[in-house]
């Protein structure tokens, strides 16, 4: 983990040297704070997949209409995605419409659950914008804002929020567990495979 931690690191200042802003987010700073290994670290920035294709070598457009490309640096790949605001969503499950931004805080207000919008800087500084981290100190799954909002945008969360309670031995917010019963329908909806996905990580967790 220590290494590639280093090497985003260095990602991040290449981006900083360039004039951009750039934070390691979500689950790998979770689990920064929570002491547990982490092989996968997203990042976020104000660069545009163009502006990022310019800085470095090797990039794959992942998905270009979601701002996300991959970053292959000393054979280590990072998925690293634009600020972004999602207008609408389709079919429950991804965004139709996005429009790129400057801002990190509406970045992030855009997210699933509130342990996963911790930011992490090039000087390994955890930047808490929404007031979180006592989430993850408590052990508490939170949505970020109206618990139904975020469900009806993505089904999958309620899968998503599933795992990290079982995985984490996290607790469930009240809020968001009784939205989970309301839109728990949405879930007939999902494809087959994604629903497997998760189902296997949360049957197979302690």
């Given at each position: 983990?220590?290494?590639?931690?280093?090497?985003?690191?260095?990602?991040?200042?290449?981006?900083?040297?360039?004039?951009?802003?750039?934070?390691?987010?979500?689950?790998?700073?979770?689990?920064?704070?929570?002491?547990?290994?982490?092989?996968?670290?997203?990042?976020?920035?104000?660069?545009?997949?163009?502006?990022?294709?310019?800085?470095?070598?090797?990039?794959?457009?992942q998905?270009?209409?979601?701002?996300?490309?991959?970053?292959?640096?000393?054979?280590?790949?990072?998925?690293?995605?634009?600020?972004?605001?999602?207008?609408?969503?389709?079919?429950?499950r991804?965004?139709?419409?996005?429009v790129?931004?400057?801002?990190?805080?509406?970045?992030?207000?855009?997210?699933?659950?509130?342990?996963?919008?911790?930011?992490?800087?090039?000087?390994?500084?955890?930047?808490?914008?929404?007031?979180?981290?006592?989430?993850?100190?408590?052990?508490?799954?939170?949505?970020?804002?109206?618990?139904?909002?975020?469900?009806?945008?993505?089904?999958?969360?309620?899968?998503?929020?599933?795992?990290?309670?079982?995985?984490?031995?996290?607790?469930?917010?009240?809020?968001?567990?009784?939205?989970?019963?309301?839109?728990?329908?949405?879930?007939?909806?999902?494809?087959?495979?994604?629903?497997?996905?998760?189902?296997n990580?949360?049957?197979?967790?302690d």
């Amino acid at each position: 983990m220590i290494k590639l931690l280093e090497k985003a690191i260095e990602i991040l200042n290449v981006f900083k040297s360039n004039g951009y802003n750039a934070y390691i987010v979500g689950g790998f700073v979770r689990d920064y704070i929570l002491g547990k290994e982490s092989t996968d670290i997203d990042i976020s920035t104000n660069a545009t997949p163009k502006d990022i294709q310019g800085l470095f070598n090797e990039v794959k457009l992942q998905s270009e209409q979601y701002g996300s490309v991959n970053i292959i640096y000393k054979k280590c790949n990072f998925e690293v995605t634009t600020f972004r605001m999602e207008l609408e969503y389709k079919d429950n499950r991804y965004p139709s419409k996005i429009v790129y931004t400057d801002s990190l805080l509406i970045d992030l207000k855009r997210r699933d659950f509130t342990m996963n919008t911790l930011c992490m800087d090039e000087n390994k500084e955890i930047i808490d914008i929404l007031n979180v981290k006592d989430d993850i100190n408590n052990h508490i799954i939170k949505s970020v804002g109206n618990a139904d909002n975020r469900l009806k945008e993505d089904a999958l969360r309620i899968l998503r929020a599933i795992r990290f309670a079982t995985i984490l031995d996290f607790d469930i917010d009240p809020e968001l567990q009784d939205a989970i019963f309301r839109n728990k329908y949405l879930l007939k909806d999902l494809s087959f495979y994604r629903k497997k996905q998760e189902l296997n990580k949360i049957l197979s967790s302690d």
